[in-house]
């Protein structure tokens, strides 16, 4: 954290926010709108990973952890829009999941 912090003070507000994903997850099963600003506040995931890996001074853990975003996020798009939320909104087709 403090390798990261270091580098790129400018990201700073932009972590904190991101752990603030976390609580307003569980008040979104409480009330709608904390599941909105859940949703929000989950867009940091997105940039947290080019700051993370930008902040590296290893070669070796730059690759490690570039390939753990890749597999994460191609992971949780399948599951996330193929499997769990087949609604035929995303994939119109049917497929072997949707039965």
């Known amino acids: 954290r403090k390798q990261i912090l270091t580098?790129?003070?400018l990201f700073e507000p932009f972590i904190y926010l991101l752990?603030?994903?976390i609580p307003f997850s569980v008040v979104g099963y409480i009330a709608n709108w904390g599941g909105r600003i859940a949703l929000y506040t989950r867009m940091f995931y997105y940039i947290l990973p080019p700051i993370l890996v930008n902040s590296l001074y290893i070669k070796n853990n730059r690759r490690v952890i570039e390939l753990y975003y890749v597999?994460?996020?191609?992971l949780y798009y399948f599951v996330q829009f193929?499997?769990?939320n087949n609604t035929g909104e995303?994939?119109?087709?049917?497929t072997i999941f949707g039965r």
């Open 82 to 84: 193929v499997i769990v």
């Open 7 to 9: 580098k790129n003070r």
């Open 71 to 74: 597999i994460y996020f191609l």
């Open 90 to 94: 995303v994939f119109p087709y049917n």
């Open 19 to 21: 752990l603030l994903n």
